[in-house]
């Protein structure tokens, strides 16, 4: 089967981002949004592999400088929840109070649960690397979602704006800097950062997305060799996207697809952040599909579904011949995190027509797990 190119968006380097260097942490008088109808429906929405999350349309706001903020209202989401968990037990207990007993029982265990996950989502804090890309818009906006906090690297902080819109400073903040110039990645990025999602990028073979010397070279190996030299030890996980075949890019079909050094320059990059002594998990995708959603707005992103794909597929050893949705590559992204079995394993994922695991723990650590090597 020919392997075909993969498109990881890549963005220009703006001029402002010399200027902007003096403003090195996120603002401090950035004023919180007030919490609204609308922001709450939108915390409501998650992205989710088995069917759409409807929500609606966030306001957006001015490009922002270097470092700023970009709110989950999650009380008000609290509020809204226990209405609705109110109005169904008024309506049960006319009919059998002993229901009402056992439902009241599993209401506050859910409760005690979503507190402690709650608690573990803020003390989270995830960096996002290519978060404009096709992949990455959809990894922020699932973090957003959930209410897990994000610091997001990238090249042009105007396009941010435009796609995921206002949001608090104590969840969401911008850092511009490139990752093909090592002197952009100051170690104050890092501060606080607990986990990183890199989904970086360029396509295989010449294209305007090249310009800028956006080649797979200065891309996939000196963008990772650098953002990875700069990160601290103390960094939980991190999580790149890579891509089937790099280990046979001296092999037909793959050596076309590699005439131009994508796979191998990525299977270099695999191995810088094998050897970096951080914890790491690695996917490697099929051809991606759906998408990239480089033109919509968060509201568009949270819609987003793989359609009738939903079923993952796993594999080790770089076996896997396929596509894959873009969405299963977010969510495996962002699952990855969490689940301890996938540290220091490498992963080949494909999507296929079927059910899939949608945002389930359970179901996606069964998946890793099935194909993990001893």
Known sequence: MWPPPHRFASRPRIASNISS?????????????????????????????NRPALSPRLAYARAAPRCCSLP????????????????????VVAEEPQAVQQQEQRTAESDEAGA???????????????????????????????????????????????????????????????TRNAADLDPEMFEGVTHVICTTGTTAFPSKRWDGDNTPERVDWDGIRNLVSAMPQTIKRQ???????VTKYNELPWSIMNLFGVLKYKKMGEDFVRNSGIPFTIIRAGRLTDGPYTSYDLNTLLKATAGERRAVVMGQGDKLVGEVSRLVV???????????????????????KGEGPGSDPEKWKELFRAVQSN
Do not use: H
């Not at 989950?72 to 309506?91: D, F, V």
């Not at 803020?122 to 906090?149: D, H, M, P």
């Not at 999580?239 to 075949?245: A, R, Y």
């Not at 699952?335 to 494909?350: K, M």
């Open 330 to 352: 977010a969510e495996a992204c962002i699952q990855a995190l969490d689940i301890e079995s996938t540290e220091g394993q490498i992963y080949e994922i494909n999507s296929v």
């Open 21 to 49: 260097r003096r403003a090195r942490s996120p603002a401090s008088n950035t004023a919180r949004a007030p919490a609204s109808n609308t922001q709450a429906r939108l915390a409501m929405a998650v992205v989710c592999l």
């Open 116 to 178: 402690e996950g709650a608690a573990e989502a803020s003390s989270k804090l995830v960096l996002v690397v290519g978060g404009t890309g096709g992949v990455g818009q959809l990894v922020v906006a699932s973090l957003l979602s959930r209410n897990i906090k994000i610091r997001l690297l990238l090249r042009d902080p105007a396009k941010t704006v435009s796609l995921f819109g206002k949001q608090d400073e104590s969840v969401f903040q911008l850092y511009t800097a490139d």
């Open 72 to 91: 989950t209202p999650s009380r008000r989401l609290a509020r809204a929840s226990a209405g609705r968990r109110c109005r169904w037990r008024l309506a």
């Open 239 to 245: 999580v790149l996207v890579s891509s089937i075949g």
